[in-house]
């Protein structure tokens, strides 16, 4: 079992950054995924960027050129820099890790049903 920690949120106006950061502790093996997930006040829970043990990344369209994803072995974290933030970027965001599971092409999944490992949380508010 993985465990995961998220800091790094806070309330920005549009068009900031923040950078989340996600630690993690635990066995994640050779070959894993990790990941932001991030859920809005009444709406359903959705993949916002991944990144396997080998580098390969996706991000939710409406995100891209907008966040990057990293992670940093040495320590053990995964960050997500998040840029031109707005306001429909306000939602609570989970970070998630899920060992040997991965797509036939070698991504990651992007559902939330592919991972057994998650974060508290941490709430990220964008106002305009």
């Known amino acids: 079992q993985v465990q995961l920690v998220e800091s790094g949120g806070g309330s920005v106006q549009a068009g900031g950054s923040l950078r989340l950061s996600c630690a993690a502790s635990?066995?994640?093996?050779?070959?894993?995924?990790m990941g932001w997930f991030r859920q809005a006040p009444g709406k359903e829970r959705e993949g916002v960027a991944t990144?396997?043990?080998?580098?390969?990344?996706t991000y939710k369209y409406s995100v891209k050129g907008r966040f990057t994803i990293s992670k940093d072995n040495a320590k053990n974290t995964l960050y997500l820099q998040m840029n031109s933030l707005e306001p429909e970027d306000t939602a609570m965001y989970y970070c998630?890790?899920?060992?040997?599971?991965?797509?036939?092409?070698?991504?990651?999944?992007?559902?939330?049903?592919?991972?057994?490992?998650w974060g508290q949380g941490t709430q990220v508010a964008v106002s305009s």
């Open positions: 635990g066995i994640l093996g050779k070959q894993y995924c």
């Open positions: 998630v890790a899920e060992t040997e599971f991965l797509t036939p092409s070698g991504f990651c999944y992007e559902v939330e049903g592919a991972y057994t490992s």
């Open positions: 990144i396997t043990s080998d580098g390969s990344i």
